[in-house]
């Protein structure tokens, strides 16, 4: 535990820092003990008050000098710890916007945004504290112990025999109460979802007259819960008890030892004082380790979750697929699971791919990441845009999304994208947005190859519309002016306009100033899919991809958008996937796909008297249902 | 209305079981003070050379007595705490449902709901920590201070004076103003950490316009200046608990030089026993580390706040009636069979309805915290349908008392809520319906369509007898839909678009329909809705956990699950609120031909967006801002109105 923290920059200066002012709070331990045993003792020999006073003063300064540099010694680690906690998440964060919307389906959005969020604080707390914790436990009891061997040998003894047996203890019942949670792990995880699950469902539960029944319920799995929790925690508490018991019974046992040969005269009193005094201290460091053991270990694993993404995203980046799937799943430590199941995979994950010295803060220098925006690709009206032998799999051995697709557009037009469920729609659009690269054959645009260093260029030129249009916590107007944050006020107006918005404009009581999105003015799927409308307009990008953009919408909510998007698709190049097919009329091409490839392309009419796969789409919809 | 406190109940309810936590801490202290003290007393009187090793004897089993009663006072203190917490954590479950249960239908409806009441959940897991971390320690720390105050009394008034103030700057002065210094910054930086969460969420739910826009670099740099504020604020919050913990030992260090002073000085006037100066100068230091962990907990009051206040608010409803509609009105069991049996007539005459201006209805506007319109809730729902979903906070056993960070994860539930209780739609208190006459016979098919916010979810809440009408009547049979209360659900079963599937096994999912149903009225239910392929898929049938399961099952195949619990239900009526939406063509054709060739001799009031199917329904109502515009079967309406015809063509796209 703490060496993976070795690889964060600056980790070895704070580790050597924080070693240095443990060895000299352990000085002021000793040396505080020390003179509180003097007083005391002199105390006891009839000495006066006023002669001791130097002593007492002594001893105040080392007891501060102790607490003082206790205190440094967190403000070093706190530090360290904010410092790497920042620059973990900067890289997490340019990873995420580097690689973008691919990554987060993979990862999720929750969980990304609590990784980002909970997990740095996680790991923030494990880095402040075990740096010190180690330290503490490494250094502060030897000394203490070497200075009660030098003052008295069979309490040293004593001392030296506990502490193995103390950890075996620790160890023997830490892994019975593992095993213990293991075992329970499957009906702990229901037991304690169902309140939410109850929650979620209390609709659905009222629906079928069945809410208040369910209290009764609810009742008897609470009560199971903490019935079955407790039988837990009575194992789980145990190491703590292992730690207390063991401590507690071996200062017993010192001073018993000590008391008897203090009547046989082996032994004065200043001796066994100190060594009185400084038993306990000898064991503290460890109970705090115990103590502080599940807190760190959340931090480790949320710092393992975050490095085995960056470093299976850099894998990628490079083109090593294999590389990236082997550190994935070397830490492919779910985060956020149940704290009773860290245990089994503490140790692991750290040693495989790149090391981790190199990543942070490398961001910079990132060539990928700041590639030239030259007009590379021009969507004109009589661009060429071709595809080859395109095939898609989204993993290395799974199912191939799109196989073997070419086709040419010769020019400017409105292309339709239709096929079955799973075709691969979808990712048909992905690849023409840039968002994903083929894993064969290549796209060119004027003769122009699409590859990894000018895919950023190759996004620029398009805009992306999705079934559920994303509105960001803003005003209207931000939101409009998303990819022209610089376009002048006429524009924003004139874009609003024809995205047909004018009216929900009018109708706001701030205008185009009101805030939308989350925790603003709530807009339906239609007024929504006009803002992203607008937002695609003023953004002025010749090439527009809409993925599924209406068949969530009421019949007459799509029928008003479908004549406003079909009077602004004019003058776009427009890729449109959908299985509404009464879109296709309108469209300039289709492009049927099934199973992944490409089954025909035509115009409407010549599709339909081809009878093949559109035709079979068609007719199918055409039946009635029965 | 009296607003029952979410903390002293369950105080006074517990009080015996407090006293003895309390008990056991107090005696824990004492143990690790007596081990200390009996330790330093019995080296002490060794050190005198006693003749005869009996004089030590009883010290001696002191010594080890208190050594171990120590430790296992420590771990019955602890399993007594957390007993009691959980058993006030299973009464607050139960009590926030039962405040929610009546309001269920009247909270906004659909996903955001479950949204608002998962953050609710949250709230109830972190008033846990109330007694873990401040009320337990601070108790413990306040009867020692009294106890040893006394016991020093007893021995010396001055040095208990000294004593007392030294104790008191621990468990009063220094906490006081730890409040004081920290409240302020304590709650900016909450915010500042709602506000990055919701930016967070916002930037990485929209991801892909970030990442066409390709400005991700201007979000960073933002991003960064606004974490970079917290942390400051984080430092300096740090930097005062470290300055604190140092005073805090430097009052402990100024105790035991006082104890030394005190000690030497009784010793010197003869009224102290020599062997009793190490033994109290040991005895130091274990006692002050009870007081020392006070500031910490009462520097956590502020954050429980937040908690307490949503529950609160939730809560208002508390205690009022439970159906909106007076008790005495409701119907008997004997009455609701009449209106089964008779098949259930709904008819509507002349009815109106009008939201007030909040947003409720008028006649019942004490019962909805936090409901907007359920229209706007639609609305709401269509655009910001993808709420991320924080990792569920687990009890955590054995981190139970250490690992919890409340921080981060309440920026998160703040978020959460403000995202849930998103601002209502446009229109509020013109949303209504006007005018609306309707007359659905036993066995009859009904569809509606309309855009969102047209009126659908509040005319369904009319039938339901959720909402009453602001005029006109709604009535089953010739009784007012609202006089069912609870009961309604024997007459109108609902198949609405996200219903919710337990986790628990596929049988026990579907037999929510009818709890009585025996295994094989189940293995038919489920045939019906066509879901045998599917079961038999599974790895254990019907027995398949939905855990297990719900990440194999398709939208379509939800909802057959859905619609096998209403097959059960065997109401008359059956509502279908727009139960095809995000399903493609071909799983819609084939769910709607199930659902309406097993509900054929039910009444279906359906709510649909498509037009697909609607002419297999005896009348066909479109309702725009509140008022029907076009009505008939799908015939009368095809010959009569050109813009039905120019809808259906989108849905008939060979035509």
């Not at chain 1, 002593?55 to 205190?71: D, P, S």
């Not at chain 2, 699950?561 to 095809?580: G, W």
């Not at chain 2, 498509?610 to 095809?638: A, P, S, Y």
């Amino acid at each position: 535990m703490g060496k993976d923290l070795l690889g964060y920059r600056g980790a070895k200066t704070t580790f050597l820092l924080v070693a240095v002012c443990t060895l000299a709070q352990s000085m002021a331990i000793l040396l505080q003990a020390k003179w509180l045993a003097e007083t005391v003792s002199a105390l006891f020999a009839g000495a006066s008050l006023q002669e001791q006073g130097g002593t007492i003063a002594l001893f105040l300064l080392a007891f501060l000098l102790r607490h003082g540099v206790g205190a440094i010694q967190q403000g070093i680690a706190q530090r360290f710890a904010e410092q790497t906690g920042t620059s973990l998440r900067k890289e997490l964060l340019g990873v995420l916007f580097r690689r973008g919307p691919a990554l987060i389906r993979k990862e999720g959005t929750g969980n990304v945004v609590t990784l980002v969020l909970e997990g740095i604080g996680k790991f923030r707390k494990y880095a402040e504290l075990t740096i010190p914790r180690m330290m503490g436990a490494g250094i502060t009891p030897a000394l203490v112990w070497l200075y009660v061997f030098m003052t008295d040998r069979i309490s040293g003894i004593i001392l030296l025999v506990t502490m193995p047996i103390l950890i075996a203890f620790l160890i023997l019942v830490g892994l019975a109460a593992r095993k213990q949670t293991e075992r329970q792990l499957d009906s702990y995880r229901m037991l304690s979802n169902h309140f939410v699950d109850s929650l979620r469902g209390l609709m659905t539960l009222k629906f079928l007259g069945q809410s208040r029944k369910h209290s009764g319920s609810i009742r008897q799995v609470s009560e199971d819960y903490r019935k079955a929790t407790m039988r837990t925690l009575r194992v789980a508490f145990l190491s703590s008890f292992a730690l207390d018991f063991f401590t507690m019974l071996s200062v017993a046992s010192v001073a018993v030892n000590l008391g008897l040969r203090l009547i046989n005269g082996s032994i004065e009193l200043l001796p066994a004082l100190l060594v009185l005094i400084l038993a306990p201290e000898y064991f503290l460091p460890v109970r705090m380790v115990g103590a502080d053991f599940h807190a760190t270990l959340d931090g480790k694993q949320a710092g393992e979750a975050m490095q085995s993404i960056i470093r299976a995203s850099r894998a990628e980046e490079t083109g090593k697929p294999e590389a990236a799937e082997t550190a994935r799943n070397a830490g492919a430590v779910g985060f956020g699971e149940a704290a009773v199941a860290h245990a089994a995979t503490t140790d692991r994950a750290v040693t495989v791919g790149t090391p981790l010295s190199a990543p942070i803060l490398k961001i910079k220098d990132n060539s990928t990441y700041r590639e030239s925006s030259r007009p590379v690709f021009r969507w004109d009206d009589c661009s060429m845009l071709e595809l080859s032998g395109v095939g898609l799999r989204h993993e290395e051995h799974g199912p191939a999304s799109l196989q073997d697709v070419s086709f040419r557009i010769p020019c400017k037009g409105r292309i339709g994208i239709v096929g079955e469920s799973g075709a691969g729609k979808s990712s048909l659009i992905d690849l023409l947005g840039g968002f994903a690269a083929p894993t064969a054959g290549e796209i060119k645009l004027n003769g122009v190859k699409l590859e990894e260093g000018n895919r950023k260029a190759w996004r620029s030129g398009v805009t992306y519309m999705l079934q559920h249009p994303y509105l960001f916590s803003s005003t209207l107007e931000d939101n409009v002016r998303f990819y022209a944050p610089d376009a002048s006020d006429a524009d924003v107006r004139a874009a609003v306009e024809a995205a047909g918005l004018i009216d929900l404009v009018r109708k706001l009581p701030n205008g185009l100033h009101e805030m939308i999105g989350a925790g603003g003015r709530a807009l339906s799927g239609g007024q929504a899919q006009r803002v992203a409308l607008a937002r695609a307009l003023l953004g002025g990008r010749q090439v527009l991809l809409l993925d599924e953009p209406t068949a969530h919408l009421d019949i007459e909510t799509e029928y008003e958008l479908k004549e406003t998007m079909l009077s602004l698709f004019r003058d776009k190049w427009v890729f449109l996937a959908t299985h509404r097919l009464h879109w296709m009329r309108d469209m300039d091409v289709i492009i049927v796909l099934h199973r992944g490839r490409v089954a025909e392309t035509g115009t409407h009419e010549e599709l339909m008297q081809l009878k093949g796969v559109y035709y079979g789409l068609i007719t199918s919809q055409m039946e009635g249902v029965g | 209305m009296k607003q029952e406190s979410w903390f002293r109940p369950y105080v006074t309810a517990n009080f015996w079981r407090f006293l003895l936590i309390a008990m056991l801490g107090v005696l824990t202290v004492l143990f690790a003070c007596m081990l200390m003290f009996t330790s330093g007393y019995l080296i002490s009187k060794s050190a005198l050379r006693p003749e005869n090793i009996l004089m030590v004897y009883v010290p001696t089993v002191g010594v080890r007595t208190f050594g171990i009663g120590r430790a296992v006072l420590h771990y019955a203190e602890r399993l007594v705490g957390h007993d009691t917490i959980l058993r006030i954590l299973s009464r607050m479950r139960l009590r926030l449902y039962r405040i929610l249960e009546p309001q269920a239908l009247r909270l906004t409806s659909r996903y955001r709901t479950g949204d608002l009441l998962g953050v609710l959940s949250d709230d109830i897991e972190y008033l846990q920590d109330v007694y873990i971390r401040t009320v337990f320690p601070s108790f413990v720390a306040l009867v020692l201070y009294a106890g040893v105050i006394a016991a020093a009394g007893r021995f010396d008034p001055g040095f208990a004076l000294l004593l007392a103030l030294y104790v008191a700057v621990l468990v009063f002065v220094l906490p006081l103003i730890s409040l004081l210094l920290t409240k302020r910054k304590n709650r900016e930086m909450k915010q500042a950490r709602n506000r990055l969460y919701q930016k967070l969420t916002d930037a990485v739910l929209g991801m892909h316009e970030w990442y066409v826009s390709g400005r991700q670099q201007q979000f960073l740099t933002g991003y960064e200046e606004d974490e970079a504020e917290v942390d400051r604020t984080d430092r300096a919050l740090k930097r005062w608990a470290r300055l604190r913990g140092f005073i805090g030992q430097t009052v402990v260090a100024v105790t035991v030089v006082t104890v030394v002073y005190v000690a030497g000085k009784e010793y010197a006037g003869g009224s102290l026993d020599v062997t009793l100066i190490a033994a109290m100068v040991l005895a130091v230091f274990p006692l002050m580390d009870a007081f020392l962990p006070v500031s910490e907990a009462v520097e956590r009051i502020p954050l429980y706040g937040q908690s307490v206040q949503r529950l609160k608010a939730i809560g208002h409803g508390e205690g009022s009636a439970t159906t909106g509609y007076p008790e005495q009105l409701s119907l008997s069991r004997g009455e609701v069979d009449a209106v089964i049996r008779s098949g259930a007539h709904i008819k509507l005459e002349a009815v109106s309805f009008q939201y007030d201006a909040n947003g409720t209805d008028a006649a019942h506007s004490a019962h909805s915290p936090a409901a907007p319109s359920p229209d706007a809730a639609e609305a709401a729902y269509s655009t910001t349908a993808h709420s991320p979903d924080p990792a569920d906070a687990a009890y955590q056993p054995e981190a139970a008392d250490t690992a919890y960070q409340p921080e981060a994860t309440d920026a998160a539930h703040s978020a959460r809520w403000a995202g849930a209780t998103a601002s209502g739609c446009l229109d509020k208190g013109t949303h209504a319906l006007r005018d609306i006459s309707l007359d659905v016979p036993a066995g009859a098919k009904v569809a509606v369509i309309g855009r969102s916010g047209a009126g659908k979810s509040t005319l369904l809440q009319l039938i339901q007898g959720v909402l009453t009408p602001s005029s006109g009547t709604v009535t089953i049979s010739g009784t007012d839909a609202a006089r069912f209360g609870d009961d309604i659900s024997s007459v109108i079963s609902v198949l609405n678009q996200s219903p919710h599937l337990f986790d628990t096994t596929l049988a026990n999912n579907i037999r929510l329909g009818r709890p009585d149903a025996t295994e094989e009225d189940i293995r038919q239910a489920a045939a019906m809705a066509q879901l045998t392929t599917l079961v038999d898929s599974l790895p254990d049938g019907l027995h398949t956990r939905m855990q297990e399961a719900g990440q194999r099952f398709s939208g379509g195949e939800r909802q057959r699950v859905a619609l096998a619990r209403i097959l059960l239900q065997k109401s008359p009526v059956v509502i279908l609120d727009e139960p095809t939406v995000g399903l493609d063509p071909r799983t819609e054709r084939e769910l709607l031909s199930t659902i309406f060739s097993s509900l054929q001799d039910r009444t279906l009031i359906w709510v649909t967006h498509h037009l697909v199917g609607v002419e297999q329904m005896d009348e066909i109502l479109f309702l725009e801002q509140g008022k029907v515009v076009m009505r008939g079967t799908h015939d009368e309406l095809m010959e009569r109105y050109p813009r039905y015809r120019g809808l259906y063509r989108l849905d008939r796209p060979g035509a």
